[in-house]
């Protein structure tokens, strides 16, 4: 089992920026390839970024691709989602989640967080 714990979430303006951590407990971090989704209201959750085991590939949504940056400290069993140039679109529930089943893109990932809210206002 991994037990993982969001957090950094807060109510910004358009341009500031908020860094997300996301704590694992439990199974060595260390052995999952990790993501972040987000989920607005009224919205599917959806993809946001993925990082391998070791840190060496990155993957990002289109609509944040250049203003987000994933990264991990396996040392610390953290992730970490680095949120510049925040938008009102970025208002979401932000989930961390561990153990992608195929696809770092889709939701079969095995453990999840229970969310950070940010909220971005224009």
């Known amino acids: 089992q991994v037990q993982l714990v969001e957090s950094g979430g807060g109510m910004v303006q358009a341009g500031a920026s908020l860094r997300l951590s996301c704590t694992a407990s439990?199974?060595?971090?260390?052995?999952?390839?990790m993501g972040w989704f987000r989920q607005a209201p009224g919205n599917e959750r959806e993809f946001v970024a993925a990082?391998?085991?070791?840190?060496?590939?990155?993957y990002y949504a289109d609509s944040v691709k250049v203003r987000f940056t994933i990264s991990r400290d396996n040392a610390k069993g953290t992730l970490y989602l680095q949120m510049n140039s925040l938008k009102p679109e970025d208002t979401a529930v932000y989930y961390c989640?561990?153990?992608?089943?195929?696809?770092?893109?889709?939701?079969?990932?095995?453990?999840w967080g229970q969310g950070t809210q940010v909220t971005v206002s224009s």
């Open positions: 989640a561990a153990g992608p089943g195929g696809s770092y893109y889709s939701l079969g990932y095995r453990y």
């Open positions: 990082i391998s085991l070791g840190s060496g590939r990155t």
């Open positions: 439990g199974r060595t971090f260390s052995s999952y390839p």
